[in-house]
């Protein structure tokens, strides 16, 4: 693992008063103005910039006036459980009589507004369907809908194919024409803004005349919880978003059962960050359409009662513990598969398929793989009817979906459809072409890439000063997010005594250190370590890229290490 300087601009940018610390931080993410850091609702883009989004209301107030049957259409992970939530709520906020939501189980149907599903949708006698997090590449099942006599409006996220759905209007932010600046909503947040929209034309309208004016800011929690599980870059309007969604849960505001989950978690409200939406709330909500079916993960959010909502939470962590066994036992398949190849040998993009793989757990794998071998990694599972379906997790500087792209066009009947983003991706083929497309795939990645863009690259903020190792700074940089993708949080890296160390759980290394010249000793956790080198105590000194974070024990709080890699000095 190589741990290199994160780029600085030539001069740093005016950001107000701040510490030179935090100043330094938030220009090495690109923040160029105090205006940037500015996270009150009123920063946000117009929703007015995104295309399509009159012809939406249109459909939408003509619906609510003529109290049409209306039916929403997710997604089954946690990006289209929050979307599909909060169409629900919303709407029903906004005055709609009848809204009711279907999401495809994922080994039954697959992905999307499918034909199929448009014959399960029409046995609720809907007369508006609308796709969260899905739709912009559902041509057929926009067809078959508008067959079937419905309005279609489409609400989606992700990258179009090269023919767009004839659906009666279409609200995604990277449409060829779409002029929005942010192009990295999630699916939650793009059915947010269709929701800030319609309020704004019934406003017009004189709806609110006699009677209050609904809050959609309600569902702030949703749309945080769903932009960062779903990992989409956290530009400055999607990180007044996640901010606005965290307070609302800081404040002890949130839905029902997005509290039971972290109660569930063992995690406290009041001090939740955007770390704890990604990695404890979220693959909890995940597991409900990894395992099984999304519809409790829905239902656990929809609930106002906070009883039934801890009962589904429960349910919900259950399946997770279940998702964690499987993907390990997956995990230590896919590393005998790959332990007696060279690294020489080793592709540059890896595919890995046993037929004994679960479909809901691969993208998870593909992740972990990719994290181990620091290259482009699809795992494949056995779909039935003689097809695989694989998912995709890329590194830095390659563009996976579009990489797809390539490997279709030059072969046109390796792959039956594709889809996804710069870092995740999903396809089915054939099972006789895997060999032929983990070929084509590993070509088209050393084309693109060379052997050094495939080492592992920690980019570190700097050292901290003895000084610096402080409450007060470790608060600072908790709040001074929210951080996530392509804004990450600050990582320090330096030289340390290792004074203890031990195991604690099965793989996670619990330390403490003295400063580089031994005046401060420190509390530090290194979570998934080597135990073929840990703990070792012939290790005296150790070089950390770490987080600064806070430990809380019986209301105590002291500083802590979160270490992302520790190696003997």
């Given at each position: ?50 295309k399509g989004i009159d012809a939406a209301v249109d459909l939408l107030v003509a619906a609510l006036e003529q109290r049409q049957r209306i039916l929403i259409v997710g997604d089954f992970d946690a990006d289209g459980a929050t979307a599909s939530t909060v169409g629900v709520l919303g709407l029903r906020l906004l005055g709609a009589a009848h809204v009711d939501y279907l999401v495809p189980n994922r080994f ?125 870059p956290l530009d400055a309007n999607n990180r007044i978003l996640v901010h606005q969604g965290l307070e609302r849960i800081r404040a002890g505001r949130a839905r029902p059962g997005i509290k039971a989950i972290l109660e569930v978690a063992k995690r406290e409200a009041s001090r939740i960050t955007s770390t704890d939406l990604g990695f404890i709330v979220g693959p909890r909500l995940n597991a409900a359409g ?280």
């Amino acid at each position: 693992m190589r741990i290199d300087p994160r780029p600085l601009p030539a001069t740093l940018p005016f950001l107000g008063e701040l510490p030179p610390l935090l100043t330094r931080l938030y220009a090495a993410r690109g923040v160029q103005s105090e205006a940037e850091l500015d996270k009150s609702l009123a920063r946000l883009i117009p929703f007015q910039q995104l295309k399509g989004i009159d012809a939406a209301v249109d459909l939408l107030v003509a619906a609510l006036e003529q109290r049409q049957r209306i039916l929403i259409v997710g997604d089954f992970d946690a990006d289209g459980a929050t979307a599909s939530t909060v169409g629900v709520l919303g709407l029903r906020l906004l005055g709609a009589a009848h809204v009711d939501y279907l999401v495809p189980n994922r080994f039954e149907y697959g992905y999307g507004l499918t034909p199929e599903i448009v014959e399960v949708a029409m046995t609720r006698e809907p007369q508006l369907l609308i796709t969260v997090d899905n739709g912009i590449s559902s041509v057929e099942g926009v067809a078959a809908a508008k067959r079937h006599g419905l309005k279609v409006l489409i609400t989606d996220h992700h990258l179009p194919g090269d023919e767009l759905p004839q659906a009666d209007a279409l609200v995604n932010p990277n449409q060829p024409g779409c002029e929005f600046p942010s192009k990295a909503l999630a699916g939650v947040g793009v059915i947010f803004y269709v929701l800030m929209a319609l309020r704004a034309r019934l406003r017009s309208l004189g709806w609110y005349e006699s009677k209050p004016q609904p809050n959609i800011g309600e569902l702030l929690d949703l749309v945080a919880l769903g932009s960062v599980a779903d990992v989409v870059p956290l530009d400055a309007n999607n990180r007044i978003l996640v901010h606005q969604g965290l307070e609302r849960i800081r404040a002890g505001r949130a839905r029902p059962g997005i509290k039971a989950i972290l109660e569930v978690a063992k995690r406290e409200a009041s001090r939740i960050t955007s770390t704890d939406l990604g990695f404890i709330v979220g693959p909890r909500l995940n597991a409900a359409g990894r395992l099984d079916d999304m519809s409790l993960g829905i239902e656990c959010l929809l609930t106002h009662d906070p009883a039934l909502a801890r009962e589904m939470a429960a349910q919900l962590d259950g399946m997770n513990q279940d998702r964690k066994s499987i993907e390990q036992g997956m995990q230590r398949e896919a590393l005998a598969q790959l332990k007696d190849l060279p690294v020489e040998s080793m592709p540059f993009g890896l595919c890995l398929f046993d037929p004994e793989w679960h479909q809901g757990v691969i993208g998870i794998l593909a992740s972990r793989m990719k994290e181990r071998y620091f290259r482009p990694t699809i795992a494949f599972a056995d779909a039935g009817d003689g097809l695989l379906k694989g998912s995709g997790r890329s590194v830095q500087g390659f563009h996976i979906r579009d990489a797809l792209s390539v490997v279709a066009a030059q072969h046109p009947d390796l792959i039956a459809k594709y889809g996804g983003h710069a870092m995740a991706a999903g396809l089915t083929l054939p099972q006789e072409n895997f060999p032929l497309f983990a070929e084509a795939f590993d070509a088209e990645v050393r084309r693109q890439l060379r052997e050094e863009d495939l080492t592992g690259r920690l980019l570190s903020d700097g050292t901290l000063a003895v000084e610096e190792f402080h409450l007060e700074l470790a608060r600072a940089l908790r709040h001074a997010g929210p951080w996530g993708q392509h804004f990450p949080e600050p990582l320090f890296h330096g030289v340390f005594q290792l004074v203890e160390q031990r195991v604690v759980g099965e793989r996670h290394l619990k330390v403490v250190l003295k400063t580089e010249c031994g005046s401060v000793k420190l509390d530090g956790i290194a979570f998934g370590i080597d135990r073929d080198i840990w703990p070792n105590p012939t290790i005296k000194w150790v070089e950390l890229a770490y987080k600064l974070d806070l430990n809380e024990f019986r209301g105590n709080e002291t500083v802590q290490l979160m270490i992302a890699h520790i190696e003997p000095r």
